[in-house]
């Protein structure tokens, strides 16, 4: 648990680090090519929490690298296209890990993510308009994409991270009531031979 802790903070300083660099490029490639690999590994770690099934197999193909480079890249409108998609599987995101929460965070979890995504949808059309516009002051509105999008991923891999350890919590309680099931019997050794 503690290496994939690490992970996460690791993965959200180079994340902090890659947005706020790429960003400064005007087509915004730099970016989308930046967030792929950070949306295909959300979305995997995601999927690897859900038992398995047909949800979980979805959830591999709907965030496998293929699907969301095809997603980001191959979106009409440029630049604008691009980061509405982005802003789009953020949202996805963002959703499965709420639904898959627990019940008591949910209220929190929405309103973080409302914030951040009315917070996306003032930044997006500033930073755009500013680079199209070729302003000098640009770099303000970049920054603070940047920064936005970088705390929206910091924000899910919190959420991923919680989540993982409600999936370590629901198996160990599975566990413990096994446990007492097999101690309330006569014969204790049937049990733990049969899981």
Same mark, same amino acid.
């Given at each position: 648990m503690t290496c994939v802790c690490v992970c996460v903070c690791v993965c959200a300083c180079v994340c902090i680090i890659l947005c706020a660099l790429s960003l400064q490029s005007p087509g915004l490639s730099g970016l989308i090519s930046t967030v792929i690999p950070l949306i295909k590994e959300l979305g995997q770690e995601l999927a690897e929490v859900i038992p398995q099934g047909p949800t979980r197999t979805a959830l591999e193909s709907e965030f496998s690298e293929d699907t969301v480079s095809d997603a980001l890249t191959g979106t009409a409108g440029g630049a604008g296209g691009a980061l509405a998609a982005l802003a789009g599987r953020l949202q996805r995101l963002a959703t499965l890990l709420v639904s898959n929460g627990a019940p008591? &965070?949910?209220? =929190?979890? &929405?309103a973080a993510h409302a914030a951040l995504a009315s917070q996306l949808g003032t930044e997006v059309p500033a930073a755009l308009g500013a680079l199209a516009a070729g302003d000098a002051g640009a770099s303000a509105e970049v920054a603070a994409l940047a920064t936005t999008i970088a705390r929206a991923f &910091? *924000? *899910? #891999? =919190?959420?991923?991270? *919680?989540l993982k350890i409600d999936a370590a919590n629901a198996r160990m309680?599975?566990? %413990? $009531? $096994?446990? &007492?099931? @097999?101690? %309330? +019997?006569?014969? +204790?050794?049937? @049990? #733990? %031979? +049969?899981p």
């Open positions: 008591a &965070r949910e209220a =929190a979890s &929405r &910091r *924000l *899910l #891999l =919190a959420e991923l991270k *919680l309680n599975a566990l %413990t $009531q $096994q446990v &007492r099931v @097999c101690y %309330t +019997h006569a014969t +204790h050794s049937s @049990c #733990l %031979t +049969h």
